[in-house]
């Protein structure tokens, strides 16, 4: 079955960088994207930035411009996704996501079972 | 920026059907697919209506999903709720490149 396995916990100071992995199986990787979906406590979905599987293109959103930056490695099928410069208001469960562009609509399904980052000093 | 407004949250009792809006800011929100996700309380988002009203395989058919043109808005209905519906529920579609997700929907069912 289509699966997506996340790195553990973080928990990292501000300042400092964070990068969480994103296993994929049960599908040819690059055939789809992954997208970054992240929610703060008690908060909403917030779509950080998608990458293309196949040739590494990437889309982030406005707002993590320049902190942000996602990989793949196709020869394991795990894509990365670094956040740079953290604050406390980055304190948030990070998800992976397939996406299904450009084979279907920009959707997601499925999601990794998500990574706490926690910032704290 | 295209934006997609939800209602905080919503109640209903059990066996009866529940309708949780999603608003586009601009534009059409019928030029591209609206999504639904439910997330319970841990867990991560689940599909529960994709493309519009398409529903995954293992979703109830007690879920359902409209487009209503005329009001710029997409709508989720769950019919005959059960208790286990209780969740928060996101719409999500896409402007240009960008992915776009509504504020989110508690729903009760008590």
């Known amino acids: 079955q289509v699966q997506l396995v996340q790195s553990g916990a973080e928990v990292k100071k501000p300042g400092a960088s964070v990068k969480v992995s994103c296993k994929a199986s049960g599908y040819t990787f690059t055939s789809y994207g992954i997208s970054w979906v992240r929610q703060a406590p008690g908060q909403g979905l917030e779509w950080m930035g998608w990458i293309s599987a196949y040739n590494g293109n990437t889309n982030y959103a406005q707002k993590l411009q320049g902190r942000v930056t996602m990989t793949t490695d196709t020869s394991t099928s795990t894509a990365y996704m670094e956040l740079r410069s953290l604050r406390s208001d980055d304190t948030a469960v990070y998800y992976c996501a397939r996406d299904l562009e450009p084979r279907g609509a920009a959707r997601f399904d499925p999601w990794g079972q998500g990574t706490l980052v926690t910032v704290s000093s | 920026n295209f934006m997609l407004t939800q209602p905080h949250s919503v109640s209903e009792s059990p066996g009866k059907t529940v309708t949780i809006s999603c608003t586009g800011s601009?534009?059409?929100?019928?030029?591209?697919?609206v999504q639904w996700y439910q997330q319970r309380p841990g867990s991560a988002p689940t599909t529960v209506i994709y493309e519009d009203n398409q529903r995954p395989s293992g979703v109830p058919d007690r879920f359902s999903g409209s487009i209503d043109s005329s009001s710029n808005s997409a709508s989720l209905t769950i019919s005959g709720l059960k208790t286990e519906d209780e969740a928060d529920y996101y719409c999500?579609?896409?402007?240009?490149?960008?992915?776009?997700f509504g504020g989110g929907t508690k729903l009760t069912v008590l």
């Open positions: 601009s534009g059409s929100i019928a030029s591209n697919y």
């Open positions: 999500q579609s896409y402007d240009s490149s960008n992915r776009v």
